[in-house]
């Protein structure tokens, strides 16, 4: 079944900073998103890239995906303290049947 | 912006005991989906339903387990006969599409089985 897999597990950075997450999964897609889960509350979706691209911005967002490699990473640029939370990579195969499967997810602290 | 709501925020029950977990999708959505989520762990997916049927369930939605669209706003998930491991906080979920949408979670019902 396709995972999502993210790493690092744990990230710790300056504000300021830039910071990357990774995700690999094992199947092929419809398209990979990105959610973000501050402690104890919902997701919230951050951005949605399709199986035909290759880079997506969305402020100080930038995702990309390699569907060769079956890998994506999440970029943010410039963090703020405010960014410190989990990060999940979801995938979806598309189809009628569609649901998202999420992977493990990264725990992001940035420190002000 | 719309958003998904999910009552009640904390669930208490005995083991044993059957819990129904209520949600509000967005009004215009058409597929809607329980996730769970045990404390530290990933994200799972439980089931999905659409045109009032369970379009797809996974393991973890044995026979324990039952969603209803009872009205036209009210999704419900119902745990019949809860276990210790039943203990997680459980995520409602809408979207427009299937397949090329971003889903709209809930804020999550911790449910805790004593």
């Known amino acids: 079944s396709q995972q999502g897999e993210e790493d690092p597990q744990a990230l710790s950075i300056q504000e300021g900073e830039n910071a990357t997450m990774n995700c690999s999964y094992k199947?092929?897609?419809?398209?990979l998103q990105w959610y973000r889960q501050n402690s104890g509350r919902g997701l919230v979706h951050l951005i949605l890239i399709r199986s035909n691209e290759r880079e997506k911005h969305s402020g100080r967002l930038r995702v990309t995906l390699d569907t060769s490699k079956k890998s994506s990473s999440l970029l943010i640029t410039a963090s703020r303290a405010a960014d410190t939370a989990s990060y999940f990579c979801a995938t979806d195969r598309g189809g009628a049947n569609s649901k998202l499967t999420f992977g493990k997810g990264i725990t992001l602290s940035v420190r002000p | 912006e719309p958003e998904v709501t999910q009552t009640p925020s904390h669930q208490v029950t005995q083991m044993g005991q059957e819990v129904i977990l209520r949600c509000v999708p967005i009004?215009?959505?058409?597929?809607f989906y329980w996730y769970r989520q045990i404390l530290g762990q990933k994200v799972e997916f439980l089931v999905s339903f659409y045109n009032n049927e369970i379009s797809e369930k996974s393991e973890i939605f044995d026979d324990q387990f039952s969603v209803e669209r009872p009205d036209g706003s009210n999704f419900t998930l119902k745990i019949r006969s809860t276990k210790l491991e039943d203990s997680a906080m459980y995520f409602c979920?809408?979207?427009?599409?299937?397949?090329?949408?971003?889903?709209?979670f809930g804020s999550g019902t911790q449910l805790s089985v004593l």
């Open positions: 009004s215009n959505h058409l597929y």
């Open positions: 979920a809408s979207s427009e599409w299937s397949g090329q949408g971003k889903l709209f």
């Open positions: 199947t092929s897609i419809n398209n």
